[in-house]
């Protein structure tokens, strides 16, 4: 099949978090399974230009808005490292010429992002008209690739395109895209579809909302997701739109991408280990202490984070500065406690106090690859107390690496990480039900209990975890099964 994947995130390009190793990850396993796989990204500012391919000519893309016209944008190429996934960008310097996928530090949503991601979108089209290339499935990604199913079900549907079956997929139905309801002028669509194709959501405009309505085939990333969302309690409000179109959502498991992230070629991590050799684990620990200013010392366990600092992520039952949990949680445990992220000021700021008054808390606040791998390699557990989880990637790479999860069991991480039984040892982590500063501080401290009371069932568990797989390959399967019945539903 000949799909065109359209994100705003793909890494190495754009990473923000989980999207963009999900779609890269994705592209290159339905690559390998012989589809003739394309992204469409935008060329965001930090890509550098000199390392792409300049594509002929510029690209005419009609947009409405203040500008009403039609506008230009310059297409480059490249691959997606390791594969023969085809990558095109899409420039625009008034778009996207600026530090930023979604926000700057000083504007943490851009204004004109329903416009930038409009762009996007509209051009998708056009490119594949450039390429004479027209996909079979057409797969879009959250709220920015959400434009592209409405485009095609209003405006392509008698051209070239009327037999590309779309497909879309919610990582995170917690952003919507939800703008005042003027952004709408700039997708020059008839106000009719304003109502008609779902964009009205509380007099603003939803654009997700408007990708779910249009798209053939949705998908979220795990089957525990796909219900949550159906439900009030999860359902951000599209809850009742969600059961409405309930025999077209699937949830989809995502997978670990191998080539990123394997301890047994890992090359970012200071030692490389394996279940049967596991002394490159202790290398880890001991960098990563070191790297961090913790003391170095094997025999006190060691809880790692990496993540957006967002409410999404249980920071406010961790580090609330008035309920939170962390301190008494370092300050009553022998353990230590490393946290990398980057996200909400106050959270940040709670971070570099905590940091200042504990000798076993540590947090890096930033956006690091590196340091991220490390994390995972050097740590013996690692946090992930998420308020919901989509899927949520961390918790896998940890399960590989043998660093024991500490979850929430909500959507993905219910799907991931078997809770411990403390009478057969079984179990490759530990989970608890209702997210509350409690429930945090007594699952880490049944954690740290295990490590030192229970060395022979963490040791097991740890081997279980490594042994795990979540490929990416199963996971490709299933979207090319849903790319055929889409393709054959003749939508
Ligand atoms: P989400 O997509 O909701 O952020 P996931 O667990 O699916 O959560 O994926 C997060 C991805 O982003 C992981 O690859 C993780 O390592 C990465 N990540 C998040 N924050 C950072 C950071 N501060 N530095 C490096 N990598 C990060
Ligand atoms: C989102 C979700 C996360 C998921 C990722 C990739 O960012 O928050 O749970 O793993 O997308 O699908």
Redesign the pocket.
């Known amino acids: 099949m000949k799909i065109l994947m359209v994100s705003s995130e793909a890494e190495p390009f754009a ?1 923000a ?3 963009g ?2 779609v890269s990850a994705l592209s290159r396993a339905l690559s390998r399974a012989g589809h003739e796989v394309r992204v469409v990204l935008p060329r965001y500012y930090c890509i550098d230009r000199s390392k792409l391919e300049a594509v002929d000519g510029p690209l005419g893309v009609k947009m409405g808005g203040p500008s009403g016209c039609e506008e230009w944008a310059g297409v480059y190429k490249s691959y997606l490292p390791g594969s023969t996934v085809e990558v095109y960008f899409v420039d625009h310097e008034r778009y996207f010429g600026r530090d930023g996928i979604y926000g700057s530090k000083a504007e943490p949503d851009f204004p004109d992002n329903p416009e930038r991601f409009a762009f996007l979108c509209r051009a998708s089209f056009g490119l594949c008209r450039r390429l004479g290339w027209i996909p079979d499935i057409l797969h879009a990604h959250d709220w920015p690739g959400s434009l592209a199913p409405v485009f095609l079900r209003h405006e392509e549907a008698n051209s070239e395109f009327a037999k590309t079956a779309s497909v879309l997929t919610i ?2 139905l917690g952003y919507q895209g939800v703008y005042p309801k003027e952004a709408f002028a700039a997708f020059r669509l008839p106000w009719e579809l304003f109502h008609g194709a779902g964009f009205e959501f509380f007099d603003k405009v939803n654009l997700l909302k408007a990708g779910l309505l249009s798209a053939d085939i949705l998908t979220t990333v795990s089957p525990s997701y796909a219900r949550e969302i159906q439900t009030p309690a999860s359902g951000f409000g599209l809850d009742g739109l969600l059961r409405h179109r309930s025999s077209d959502l699937v949830g989809i498991l ?1 997978g670990v991408d191998l080539d990123e992230w394997d301890p047994e070629t890992d090359l970012r991590i200071p030692a490389r280990y394996s279940p049967s050799k596991m002394a490159g684990k202790d290398k880890c620990k001991a960098a990563l202490q070191k790297e961090l200013g913790l003391p170095v010392d094997s025999t006190k366990p060691l809880v790692g984070m ?3 600092l967002t409410e ?2 249980g920071v406010g039952e961790l580090f609330g500065p008035l309920y939170g949990s962390a301190y008494r949680v370092c300050a009553d445990m022998a353990l230590q406690f490393a946290v ?3 996200g909400e000021k106050w959270c940040e700021d709670e971070l570099r106090a905590l940091s200042g008054r504990l000798p076993n808390f540590k947090a890096i606040i ?4 590196r ?2 791998h490390l994390v995972e390699a050097g740590s013996d557990f690692f946090l992930m107390p998420s308020r919901y ?7 896998m ?1 940890s399960l590989r690496y043998g660093t024991l999860p500490i979850v929430h069991r909500t959507g993905g991480l219910s799907d991931t990480v078997e809770n411990y039984n403390q009478d057969t040892g079984a179990g490759t982590g530990f989970t608890f039900d209702q997210l509350t500063p409690r429930a945090v501080y007594d699952t880490v401290g049944w954690a740290v209990w295990a490590w030192y009371n229970r060395k022979e069932h963490v040791a097991a568990m740890r081997a279980r975890a490594m042994a795990k797989r979540f490929s990416w390959e199963h996971s490709a399967a299933e979207y090319a099964k849903l790319y055929q019945c889409a393709i054959e539903r003749g939508c």
Do not use: I
């Open positions: 990473k978090g989980g999207l190793d999900a990582h995170n995502n990496v993540g957006r999404q992520k990398l992220g980057s930033g956006f690091d690859e340091l991220a989880e989509p899927c949520g990637l961390n918790q790479y």
